[in-house]
């Protein structure tokens, strides 16, 4: 199995608690191969997307296989909370 991370950035317009529950939707989604969770709350953008100025982040960490990976990001793409979202593959040095 790949080690993963994806980065989630949610509409700002949603309250802080339908956030933290749809990232723990997603974690549900992927499963137990979750290893950590990191909500880093409302941030401002660098540069304005789909007329908005400022989203809540999240950062999750996870293993799994490609198909995984395939079904979350469209599922993702999906999502109407969801303004942008990135899974990388993670290459750590052991």
């Known amino acids: 199995m790949r080690q993963y991370e ?3 950035i949610h509409r700002s317009d949603l309250i802080e608690t339908d956030v933290r529950s ?6 549900q989604a992927i499963g ?9 709350g409302k941030r401002r953008f660098a540069y304005e997307i789909e007329h908005m100025n400022e989203g809540f982040y999240s950062v999750l960490e ?4 490609p198909d ?5 990001d469209r599922s993702l793409s999906l999502a109407d909370g969801v303004v942008r979202h990135k899974i990388l593959r993670r290459f750590d040095k052991e």
Do not use: H, K, N, P
């Open 6 to 8: 994806l980065m989630v």
């Open 32 to 40: 137990t191969t979750v290893t950590s969770t990191d909500f880093w």
């Open 68 to 72: 995984l990976v395939g079904s979350l």
């Open 22 to 27: 749809q990232v723990a939707d997603i974690e």
């Open 62 to 65: 996870f293993s799994g296989d």
